[in-house]
């Protein structure tokens, strides 16, 4: 069962995916139709990032099914999200400032023609209509793209100062983002390093030498000598004087 914030990254990823598809029909739709002009320069920029943007996003998708093992790490996640947010930005600034959307269209059936003519289904009317629907659509991914950008990134420096500083090289489908399996993750360092200084202070405290020769392989089987008795040759083999 995927987790809610699974869900909630797969819902963004998914309604940005649709309105790509959307923008890339309108786009493919201008360019059999439209003669490239100044006018027109958006519709290549158009089908560019929108084709860099579904690669991307089956990318992440589809790295998601992955359970062990993740390519994707939360760091290269939020770059891509940052190349996929620039290159809608920059689109949507480009049809908001252009010319092109109160362009009037003029349809003739050969460049010898000079009188226009009806085609069934497009006009002016319905390029500018389109046109508005490719805008609109644009500076939704950007809302989208750049909002979830913002909140993984905050949730992966809030998770970096307090509870693990590795977060950046795990993948965002694994990691626990809101304490469910914070048992699982490894024990900081301070601990380790207390149990390290321990076991110093005791190999300090023993007496100089006798720690180190008992633990050295160049003294195999070396013990602690036992208490040495002295005694008298003399007072044991003599015979009282007379």
């Not at 497009?122 to 809302?143: G, M």
């Amino acid at each position: 069962m995927p987790s809610k914030f699974n869900i909630f990254r797969a819902c963004i990823y998914g309604a940005v995916f649709i309105w790509t598809v959307i923008c890339l029909a309108i786009a493919a739709h201008f360019q059999s139709l439209l003669v490239i002009t100044d006018l027109t320069r958006f519709v290549p920029f158009t089908i560019f990032v929108c084709s860099a943007s579904m690669l991307i996003l089956i990318i992440l998708l589809g790295c998601s099914m992955i359970r062990t093992n993740n390519p994707i790490s939360t760091r290269i996640e939020l770059g891509c999200l940052g190349l996929l947010g620039t290159f809608w930005l920059a689109l949507g600034a480009f049809l908001a400032s252009s010319d092109s959307e109160d362009a009037n269209v003029e349809c003739y059936s050969s460049d010898a023609q000079a009188l226009p003519i009806d085609v069934p289904g497009f006009s002016t009317e319905t390029y500018q209509a389109q046109y508005r629907v490719l805008e609109a659509f644009s500076l939704f991914n950007v809302i989208l793209i750049l909002g979830f950008l913002l909140f993984l990134l905050a949730l992966a420096v809030k998770h970096h100062f307090r509870v693990n500083r590795n977060v950046w090289y795990i993948a965002v489908t694994v990691y626990p983002w809101f304490g469910k399996n914070m048992s699982k993750l490894p024990a900081p360092v301070s601990s380790r390093s207390r149990s390290r200084g321990k076991a110093y202070d005791e190999k300090a405290s023993a007496p100089w030498g006798y720690e180190t020769r008992r633990g050295d392989s160049r003294y195999p089987g070396h013990n602690a000598p036992a208490p040495a008795h002295t005694s008298d040759k003399y007072k044991r083999n003599a015979s009282p004087r007379r």
